[in-house]
């Protein structure tokens, strides 16, 4: 038996402590079989083929596929009351097939890819700007609603949901930790920003189809090229994402239609995230919530044409006729919105919102801007015609991502 | 080609488990375990050791988290210093070996040991470590967390974004082998500082090979340091034995 001194003790107390944070510090307490095996599988219930997905811990059948992608004549469950036989005309199902414990052996990735992480608190910085989710139950609900999508950062997904009813769709396995998620012009394909494995290896671009769902193609992007912001030409023919990791940050230019990368503008300012195109396609803002300052690039010539002494940008709206841009800014607090003359560059108007504004977007009309403020959960609305802002109560903690339904 | 699977979860009440983390804490305790068993056969006082072991731990632990944290988030944190507190932790192990071998360093320097002591505790943790740094690695085999090239290799991965080599998975086969080779050459006596030798080079050299692999331009720092440490200590072992050839036939070095 050995006889331990007070330090020794002391210190075999640290290691114990240590070895316990290390051992439960990994859990991640509100995980459900939902989050560890997203997606749908199809099996037998009754002789029937029933899609299936977990529902927290539930295995559920999914009584309405939105998607449109399962259709029970492409499975014969007379064969095997227990999995059913695929029959249909794809080459691979377009699902699991399992019994009711779960779908078994391929469900995707965990959230611990990259070093194993644990958080201490919520990241604050901890490469935004996934989409806000509206709780169900909108008083207003039509059918005519648009679907939201919704970036998974951890989980390496992004989930489809319908907003009337509200529920959740289908989720689509992306590449590690997807970021920023925006949508070609005719609707017809979603572009998702994936930062890549936490040590900043690199990162990839995903294409999804938005009318299967289906992942088209994942750009991979070249080493240390970590993309975040995103933004799409109005013509669909273009788009142009951020990369991060800085030193050594850029845009690279994407053509859509080929899916490659023609250009890299590499003299940008470090840590580009918040990125938004005029209306006309003709400049490119480019902030960032790290920066000290925000980029205007023409994009026909692919370079900055000018620096906006604006610090810690977290977005930037427009209106409707791109004369006036609207930037936020997280360096004081509270967060202020300048208002900028997209002609001359000058700042006429200042706005002062909530705590750490992260998300900006104009309503119709071209009357309201819309901004969720970070850290306290507020959300301010600008008046534009009276220049008036109005900043609510606390609504939630650290909204992240704001969109209109058209 | 490997299917790829997710990292197993045990669930306990509230908590959850996750693989990784049982299996660096297991690899923490069976390595402390084969250094103190060591040790006793070495002669060193048991509670020594195990204070030496512990300091060494705690200052690595501290050092791969601070590393994880400071290298990952310079650039935030050095806008917002707060931004510390705010982000994940994790670890960086390049920084654990480095802040263990300089914290053990430390400690012998306080408990006033000379340089062959020193290399001899050194090289006792250097025994013991491929067999923690194996079950470390399946840890990592199992959490999929260093992803490298794609490849169409039969050892390759199926990763949702495609087939790629699993960084984990290959330096967790190779450990096997080299536990088996440190337990091998165990079994007869070695000079002080063979281990520590052997391990910097071998495993510094294999580094350098597995980088190849990785999804970055080849950087061979990491595996070149730890050869040269390796060759370092080997070079001290050699002088060490020849200053002391006229001395008794065993030399005390060869314990």
């Known amino acids: 038996m050995i006889r331990l001194t007070t330090s020794t ?34 099996t037998c219930i009754d002789n029937k083929p029933t899609l299936m997905t977990y529902n927290n811990n539930d295995a559920t059948p999914v009584t309405s596929d939105a998607a449109g992608s399962f259709n029970p004549s492409d499975w014969d469950c007379s064969k095997d009351a227990n999995s059913p036989q695929y029959k249909g005309s794809a080459d691979s199902p377009p699902f699991q097939i399992s019994g009711p414990s779960g779908p078994g052996g391929s469900a995707r990735p965990h959230a611990a890819s990259g070093t194993t992480y644990y958080t201490i608190l919520e990241p604050l910085l901890s490469l935004p700007f996934t989409p806000f989710v509206p709780p169900p139950g909108t008083p207003t609900c039509q059918s005519t609603f648009a679907d939201v999508f919704r970036t998974n950062h951890n989980e390496g997904t992004v989930t489809r949901f319908g907003t009337c009813p509200f529920t959740d769709k289908v989720t689509i396995p992306v590449f590690q930790n997807p970021l920023q998620i925006a949508f070609t012009p005719d609707g017809t394909r979603a572009l998702v920003t994936s930062f890549g494995d936490l040590e900043g290896d690199g990162g990839a671009l995903t294409f999804i189809n938005v009318a299967t769902n289906q992942v088209t193609n994942t750009l991979m992007m070249p080493y240390q090229v970590t993309p975040n912001g995103l933004a799409i030409s109005p013509d669909g023919s273009t788009a142009y994402v951020g990369n991060f990791t800085s030193p ?5 230019v994407i053509d859509i239609p080929t899916q490659t990368i023609t250009t890299t503008i590499n003299n940008v300012l470090p840590y580009p995230s918040a990125m938004t195109l005029s209306p006309d396609g003709s400049q490119l803002w480019v902030g960032s919530p790290l920066g000290a300052e925000t980029d205007v690039i023409d994009t026909a010539t692919l370079t900055t044409v000018f620096r906006l002494n604006i610090q810690r940008s977290g977005d930037i709206a427009f209106n409707s006729t791109g004369t006036m841009a609207y930037v936020t800014s997280a360096l004081n607090v509270p967060g202020q919105v300048y208002a900028v003359d997209t002609a001359t560059y000058k700042i006429l108007s200042t706005y002062t919102v909530g705590n750490t504004p992260a998300d900006i977007k104009m309503s119709y009309g071209d009357q309201f801007l819309v901004v969720n403020n970070y850290f306290d959960g507020t959300i301010s609305i600008i008046d534009l015609r009276q220049d008036v802002v109005n900043t609510s109560q606390s609504l939630g903690t650290n909204p992240i991502g704001i969109a209109f339904l058209r | 080609m490997i299917p790829y699977f997710p990292q197993p979860v045990l669930h306990l009440g ?12 297991l690899a923490v305790v069976l390595g402390g375990r084969v250094v103190l068993l060591r040790a006793h056969r070495k002669g060193i006082p048991a509670e020594q050791m195990f204070q030496f072991c512990c300091w060494t731990y705690l200052v690595a632990m501290a050092c791969a988290v601070l590393s994880k944290l400071i290298l990952d988030n310079f650039p935030a944190i050095f806008v917002d210093p707060v931004h510390a507190f705010r982000t994940n932790l994790g670890f960086r192990s390049v920084g654990g070996i480095a802040g263990g071998f300089v914290g053990a360093l430390l400690w012998c320097r306080w408990k006033r040991l000379s340089l062959y002591e020193t290399i001899r505790r050194v090289d006792i943790v250097a025994y013991a470590t491929p067999f923690a740094w194996m079950i470390g690695r399946l840890g990592c085999t199992l959490a999929h967390d260093h992803r490298g090239l794609f490849t169409t290799s039969w050892i390759g991965v199926k990763f949702p974004e495609g087939t790629r080599y699993d960084l984990g998975l290959i330096e967790f086969l190779f450990l096997i082998f080299l536990t088996i080779a440190f337990y091998a050459l165990d079994r007869k006596p070695r000079p002080v500082g063979f281990y520590f030798g052997l391990y910097g080079v071998v495993y510094g050299g294999f580094r350098i090979w597995l980088d190849t692999l990785h999804a970055q331009p080849l950087r061979f720092y990491g595996g070149a340091v730890g050869v040269l440490v390796g060759l370092s200590g080997w070079a001290w072992m050699w002088a060490y034995q020849r200053s002391h050839a006229s001395e008794a036939a065993v030399s005390p070095a060869v314990v």
């Open chain 1, 9 to 42: 003790k002391l210190m075999a107390f640290g290691v114990a402590l240590s070895l316990g944070w290390v051992v439960l510090a990994a859990c991640e307490c509100d995980e459900t079989k939902e989050d560890n095996y997203p997606g749908f599988w199809v």
């Open chain 1, 248 to 252: 050594g940050q850029s845009i690279l």
């Open chain 2, 14 to 25: 509230a908590f959850q488990i996750h693989a990784f983390g049982f299996l660096a804490a």
